[in-house]
C-alpha cells in the first residue's frame, strides 16, 4: 500500500525555470491538498482539490497552478521559479476535506530549493 | 479565517517526564475538529491525536492525551513518560467542517526535545 507519494524529494532550481512536483495516491481519496512548510512558519495551503476537475485555492497559491485530471494524481506547477519559493512542499490527501471519517495523509515532502 | 497559536517554539525534557505543549486557535465556527501532528527529523507527517470540537470527552491515544477547552479555545497536548523518540517537531492543527474543504489551519510548532 503505497499511500501519498511525493517525486521529487530533493530538486534544485534556477530562478525562471519550471517544473512539476508529482503527487499520486492509490486510495481512492478524494480531497488532496498541497501545502508549503518554511522555517518559523508551520504548513501552509497552497492549493487543494475536492475531486477530480475541481481545483481551488488555499492561503498562499501565487506563483503556483494545480489541476485533477484523475482522482489519483495533483500535480502543482511552478512555471517560473523565484528564490521565495524555496520551501519544503507536502501534499496530502483524505477521503473528504469536510469529515473525521479519515485522517490526512502525507508524502514524504519535497525539498525545493531555487538559486 | 481561523488562527492557531502555539506560542513555545522549543521545549526541553529529560526521558520519563511529563511534557505539555500548548495550543490555542480563533474561529467563529462552531463546528471543526483539532489535530495534533508530529513531525520526525524524517519529514513524515504523523497524526498523533485528534478531537472533534462537539465532544467534550478529551482525545486519549495511549501516552497522548489533550487537554479540549472549547471555551477557552484552548488545545494543550500532555505526553506522558516521555521517550526519545518523541523528539520531533509538534504541530497544532486546525479543520472547519461546515462552508467548503479548506484543508487544515498549522500553527508554527513546537520542538520538543527529550534529553536522555
Known amino acids: 500500500n503505497a499511500g501519498v507519494t511525493q517525486t521529487p524529494k530533493f530538486q534544485v532550481l534556477k530562478t525562471g525555470q519550471s517544473m512539476t512536483l508529482q503527487c499520486a495516491q492509490d486510495?481512492?481519496?478524494?480531497?488532496m491538498s498541497w501545502y508549503r512548510q518554511d522555517p518559523g512558519m508551520g504548513l501552509r495551503l497552497i492549493h487543494y482539490?475536492?475531486?477530480?476537475?475541481?481545483?481551488d485555492q488555499g492561503e498562499v497559491p501565487n506563483g503556483y497552478n494545480v489541476s485533477r485530471s484523475t482522482t489519483e494524481d495533483f500535480p502543482l506547477r511552478l512555471l517560473s521559479a523565484a528564490p521565495s519559493q524555496t520551501s519544503v512542499y507536502f501534499c496530502?490527501?483524505?477521503?473528504?476535506?469536510?469529515?473525521?471519517?479519515?485522517?490526512?495523509?502525507f508524502g514524504q515532502g519535497t525539498r525545493l530549493t531555487v538559486v | 479565517a481561523q488562527t492557531v497559536t502555539q506560542s513555545q517554539p522549543e521545549m526541553s525534557v529529560q526521558e520519563a517526564e511529563t511534557v505539555t505543549l500548548s495550543c490555542t486557535y480563533d474561529t467563529s465556527e462552531s463546528n471543526y475538529y483539532l489535530f495534533w501532528y508530529k513531525q520526525p527529523p524524517s519529514r513524515q507527517m504523523i497524526l498523533v491525536i485528534r478531537?472533534?470540537?462537539?465532544?467534550?470527552q478529551n482525545a486519549t491515544e495511549n501516552r497522548f492525551s489533550v487537554n479540549f477547552q472549547k471555551a477557552a479555545k484552548s488545545f494543550s497536548l500532555k505526553i506522558s513518560d516521555s521517550q526519545l523518540g518523541d523528539t520531533a517537531m509538534y504541530f497544532c492543527?486546525?479543520?472547519?467542517?461546515?462552508?467548503?474543504?479548506?484543508?487544515?489551519?498549522f500553527g508554527k510548532g513546537t520542538h520538543l526535545i527529550i534529553q536522555p
Open positions: 492543527a486546525f479543520m472547519n467542517t461546515g462552508g467548503g474543504a479548506d484543508g487544515l489551519t
Open positions: 486510495m481512492n481519496h478524494e480531497y
Open positions: 478531537q472533534e470540537a462537539y465532544k467534550q
Open positions: 482539490s475536492v475531486g477530480a476537475g475541481i481545483t
Open positions: 496530502a490527501s483524505s477521503y473528504s476535506g469536510t469529515t473525521m471519517n479519515t485522517e490526512a495523509f
